[in-house]
């Protein structure tokens, strides 16, 4: 018995194997199964999980992110806009955290207003490429107040996949 074990080929058979049982139970613990895609634009999250997700611009392969937190899932327009599924599969390319959508946002935090503008081609969802700083409570006034400003989480990345343009234009 002892030489079964110690045999070279058995055990990198065994190691090869466990590998394989390893990413199977891995698997299986996130309930990815190969037998369904999620492929419509539209925020999904797995009914065991809190993650949503976003897909966006299936037309061009599609791509998906992960929502940062609660507040961008409102600033997206709420949880009600989410589909819970039994089982998650993305087809398309994984892009990190979600960009929020164009629109004023300032953290917590922080006393500085930014303006998420732009435009990626056509997506439902008013992501942009831009954003910028509000200069003072002038310019804000022009842009329609204070009032159309969310305040979010201070973990919120507000810039991600957006190109800073320094202090914004006057409207």
Not at 37 to 51: N, V
Not at 87 to 110: A, E, I, K, M, V
Not at 138 to 147: C, E, L, P
Not at 151 to 171: A, D, I, M, Q, Y
Request: glycine share 12%.
């Amino acid at each position: 018995m002892k030489k079964y074990f110690s045999s070279p080929r058995l055990l990198k058979k065994i190691v090869h194997l466990s590998s394989i049982f390893f990413t199977v139970t891995s698997l299986s613990y996130l309930n990815v199964s190969p037998a369904t895609s999620q492929s419509a634009e539209g925020f999904y999250k797995q009914r065991d999980r809190p993650e949503v997700y976003l897909i966006f611009n299936s037309s061009n392969g599609g791509f998906y992110c992960h929502v940062q937190n609660e507040d961008q899932m409102k600033a997206y327009g709420g949880f009600g806009r989410v589909s819970p599924q039994n089982s998650l599969n993305f087809s398309g390319r994984f892009t990190g955290d979600c960009g929020w959508p164009n629109g004023f946002f300032r953290r917590s935090d922080r006393p500085a207003v930014y303006h998420m503008t732009g435009s990626l081609g056509s997506n439902a969802f008013k992501i942009g490429d831009l954003y910028c700083r509000v200069r003072d409570e002038a310019q804000m006034a022009r842009y329609g107040g204070f009032g159309v400003v969310s305040v979010v989480s201070p973990s919120s990345n507000l810039g991600r996949g957006r190109n800073f343009r320094g202090t914004c234009p006057n409207p």
